[in-house]
């Protein structure tokens, strides 16, 4: 199975996060339309894959958003649009689904569906990771990656969309770095500590 | 030399700042202290102005006399039976200091005992232990004069943390003499009964702790400026009037914490769990009851004393003084002098281990 | 000294309530402040080790005063940690934050604190009396540390941030990867490592000589009354800050005052 369901350390709620990468997107315009409308059939959090970088960077955001669903904090309308913000280093909404939201010309995906196992407001029996699979790979027309992977994130990664997205061009910590892994590593780091930082 | 019950007795004279006290304390064989009397006489200025120093140091001439016969009386002890003479050095006000040194050197010379020259701050450090039985607390010490945070070590009372500006009770007296507030019986006791009117809201003022040290000025400031809001009608944080009592409560509310909080560090960093309220700010009992609740938290108690004794007394210089005079401390006629600025860790304590 | 309270009568703190969700091992209480409160747990993955800074609430402030404080706290760190970051300083980076919430999860760094690695270090040479630079035994790995502690400091400075709560138990010596050794001749030290600062809670961003001087002065202070044998290894630490950055000069100068200042104050701690 192309999903990979996985919870979180120290996360209200009982999450399960389930994430998915497709490729060769054909149906980006119209999932993206869905969303517009809000049709609550198509409450996930479709990411746009070329300004993200690592499977941490993804969790990061669910857990943030896992959090401000958890304390009644949420930004959005619901836990998934607020995964989209949350990947974002700044407050502006809009700004954050324009940046790493589906649009209409996305071709490589990152779908994530969080169900909630043990919380007040989702009460009852949640879809299990088999149907949460069942209605992706039916809503998405694309090619799964399978496995779902960190390497296979990286892979679609546009460096140079992370770094303006990220503020990351001429900062002296990454200018001080001459070994090329280490200075993407320290990157990496740098942009989900602005993630971390928005709103403060 | 002990008495035929093996008693040593002291008479103090203090005057450092508002309140001529004297009182005479014994030390009995076993080192307890009892206090034989203790009887004080308070300068009050008009509401809207503060005690200046040279009225304040009139009235303790004035009434110098009468308030050491009384002492005398009150104790019920012939003059023969005093040990020593003791009086505060400092620190306080230059005029009122002198007034009273120079009543203490006459009794000295009068009755022929000799002088121990006291620090005001270590006179209710040790009367606070006394009194409470606290052995080896935290002391902040919060008066008009003084706001420190201190801690014993190695012979010295130490000073973690204190205030870089005013001292928190001029802070709360000139914000009485803003709102022009009664100075009977004391400012700081006017504005705790009228903030217990308040509460409904609480107001912005700046919170001001940098490490183990405080400051009171910038508050005063934008309190004053509140306090002139309040009556050309401006509004409060929920849109609605606020009274000279939400001031208070504003004010008391803000400043309590930030010296609960600076003397939480301190117990943190010696690793103590009691602490000891002295000082005249020390009788206010949400002060009090802030400090109780932290070092409940801590799972230690706070000690504190009631206003004979939190604000300056005689009893305190007799008692500090008697201290130092059993190691065999005494100050020289020549060198009873006072000093407006005499820090609490200057003070060698020989008489603690 | 009064009697210290016995360890049943330790108060039990609460955990903050993030804390209370499942995780792969219980969290560890590292350390306990007036501050706060210090765990170490995980991050989202069982393999990400994590520090969670909790503030929880005091219940002798007024509740207003007390969430507007934690929440101006909590921020103003997160937002030195960052300054920090961007601009090279060795510091642990954040992982999330929820300031309504009194937390923060930060980066946890592997290693011995400072103040560790020089007390194994002369632990291990007792017979040595280093308050002088004994020329005679070979110093070098304690100067180089020093060294790194100074040009960490200048960076610091550099950035605009003051400590305020500089000790030798406020920074880590994160191990070196292998063959990052700086020392000649391979051999490893204890003393060995990045230098890299924590406890950003009493922080500020300041440019002033004044706050600077005052930060290099509390770590004097800490250095010669936590490692008095090794006092005379300060000096290092100044000469390499020196080195670092630009602006050190006119700092240097009024760490002069400062001391000053501190020995007729005669504070301790």
Known sequence: MALKSTTLENCPWGALVHLALFHDVTNAAFLHSQLLARNPEYEYAFIDASAIFSELQLLSAAYRAINAAATSALQT????????????????????????????????????????HDSPSFPGPQPSAPEVWSTISRLVSGTPVDPFSDAAVRRETDWATVRKYYKLNGVPALQAIADDAARQQKMEQLAIMGMALRGL | MPDSQGRRIALGCEGSANKLGIGIIAHDASGAAHVLSNVRHTFVSPPGTGFLPKDTAHHHRAFFVRVAKQALRDAGIA??????????????????????????????????????????????????????????????????????????????????????????????????????????????????????????????????????????????????????????????????????????????????????????RAMAHVG?????????????????????????????????????????????????????????????????????????????????? | MAATPAAASEPQFPLPSILNNPASAPPLLIAQGAEGRLYKTTYLVPDLACAVKYRPPKPYRHPVLDVRLTKARLSSEAKVLDRCARDGVPVPALYAIDAAGGWMALEWIDGPPVRQGINDWLGARPETDTTHADEQVDQTPLVDLMRRIGTVMGALHRTGVVHGDL?????????????????????????????????????????????????????????????????????????????????????????????MRGRKRSMLG
């Open chain 2, 79 to 264: 003059v023969s039976a005093l040990d020593c003479i003791c009086f505060t050095r400092g620190p306080g006000m230059g005029g009122p200091l002198t007034s009273v040194a120079v009543g203490a050197r006459t009794l000295s010379l009068l009755w022929g005992k000799p002088l121990v020259g006291v620090n005001h701050c270590v006179g209710h450090i040790e009367m606070g232990r006394a009194i409470t039985g606290a052995a080896n607390p935290v002391v902040l010490y919060v008066s008009g004069g003084n706001t420190q945070v201190i801690a014993y070590a190695e012979q010295r009372y130490r000073i973690f943390g204190e205030t870089l500006d005013i001292a928190v009770g001029n802070c709360l007296d000139r914000f009485a003499r803003t709102l022009e507030i009664s100075n009977d019986p004391a400012p700081g006791y006017n504005i705790e009964q009228l903030a217990k009117q308040g509460g409904r809201v609480l107001l912005d003022l700046p919170y001001a702790v940098k490490g183990m040290d405080c400051s009171f000025s910038g508050i005063l400031g934008r309190a004053d400026e509140l306090a002139a809001l309040m009556r050309t009608g401006g509004k409060g944080p929920d849109g609605e009037d606020f009274t000279p009592a939400d001031l208070c409560f504003t004010l008391q509310e803000t400043i309590f914490a930030m010296l609960v909080e600076i003397t939480e």
């Open chain 1, 77 to 116: 309308p619901n836990v998934h649009s607020e995964v989209i913000l949350s990947l974002s280093p700044n407050n502006n909404i809009a700004d954050a689904y324009r940046r790493w939201g589906i649009s209409p010309k996305t071709t490589s995906l990152i779908v994530i569906k969080i169900i909630f």
């Open chain 2, 272 to 353: 103590s769990n009691q602490v000891l309220i002295v000082g005249g700010v020390g009788c206010n009992e949400r002060l009090q009851d802030m400090m109780g609740k932290m070092a409940a938290e801590r799972g230690g108690s706070v000690y504190a004393t009631d206003e004979r004794f939190c604000i300056d007394n005689g009893i305190m210089i007799a008692h500090a003084g008697l201290l130092a005079y059993e190691t065999g401390f005494e100050t020289a006629l020549e060198e009873s002098t006072c000093t407006q600025r005499f820090r609490t860790d200057e003070v060698f304590v020989k008489w603690r281990n």
């Open chain 3, 167 to 259: 000790t030798t138990s406020n920074m880590m010596l994160r191990p070196w990867k292998d063959g990052q050794g700086q020392n000649e001749g391979g051999e490893g030290t204890v003393l060995d490592g990045d230098v890299v600062l924590i406890d950003f809670g009493l922080a500020t961003q300041s440019q002033s000589d004044e706050d600077r001087a005052v930060d290099l002065y509390v770590l004097e202070r800490a250095f010669a009354s936590t490692h008095p044998r090794a006092e005379a290894y300060f000096e290092y630490v100044l000469k390499a800050y020196g080195k670092t950055f630009k602006k050190a000069p006119s700092v240097l100068v009024k760490l002069a005052d400062v001391r």
